[in-house]
């Protein structure tokens, strides 16, 4: 239920996610907005390390960028190992906030595009509206 600009490019995402620190468990692709604060923001380091996970902040960053997550990540073998073994559960709050309190390294992929979150009938109607604006192009 997401909409993203033709110029997403998942190889380019991959290659990031490969390029990141070695350690690195999972690559979240993040965007700004006005409202992340309203969806729980997280927090960007200068180095794309996500260092601010819902209400869990990495001590020894202190400036960071307010991001909010888009929903799309590429996720470590280590990391899916990891997951619960229950049949519902959430990545963000049971899985990546978890992560990062045990010290795990997770980058941000800040998406500069157009991203919309169709899951509602109001935002439905914005992601068509810009797909029919993309089609009479």
């Not at 020894?60 to 991001?67: A, C, G, L, T």
């Not at 909010?68 to 906030?97: A, C, N, Q, R």
Request: aromatic share 10%; charged share 30%.
């Amino acid at each position: 239920d997401i909409v993203l600009d033709t110029s997403f490019s998942i190889s380019e995402l991959f290659n990031f996610h490969l390029g990141c620190q070695r350690k690195n468990c999972a690559t979240l692709v993040v965007r700004e907005d006005r409202d992340a604060e309203k969806y729980g923001s997280l927090g960007l380091s200068e180095e794309n390390r996500i260092v601010k996970f819902l209400n869990f902040k990495v001590p020894e960053y202190n400036n960071f960028k307010s991001v909010m997550f888009t929903g799309i990540s590429i996720l470590e073998k280590s990391l899916i190992k990891e997951m619960p073994s229950i049949s519902v559960y959430s990545l963000t709050k049971d899985v990546f906030k978890l992560e990062l309190e045990r010290g795990a390294i997770m980058c941000g992929y800040l998406l500069e595009s157009y991203w919309c979150d169709a899951g509602t009938p109001e935002r439905l109607v914005e992601a068509e509206s810009y797909l029919k604006r993309l089609e009479s192009k």
